[in-house]
């Protein structure tokens, strides 16, 4: 039989040897989110302004966009629904 679990319980992160907590594992969703861990290399010793950085965001955006169209014919197989 089980047993319910124990609810007053807390859990308490493992940390690293120098006391740091211990983040490893599987970090699937950074090109999901499209949030970039760091700077592209053009944009190393640049001073960009908020605008600046958002057009240039605004940019890479649209680009993203047109590459991945679904164009309407590629997974039209004639299967269910098709």
Known sequence: ???PKDETAEWTPSHLADGQP???GMW???RAMFT???LPEELAGQDLTAEE???RARVRGEGRISRSE???H???SG???G
């Open 22 to 24: 211990d983040i490893q």
């Open 53 to 55: 950085l958002q057009a």
């Open 74 to 76: 590629e997974n039209n």
């Open 28 to 30: 699937n969703n950074t």
């Open 70 to 72: 679904w164009q309407g």
């Open 36 to 38: 970039p861990l760091e």
């Open 79 to 81: 299967g269910v629904g």
């Open 1 to 3: 039989m089980l047993k």
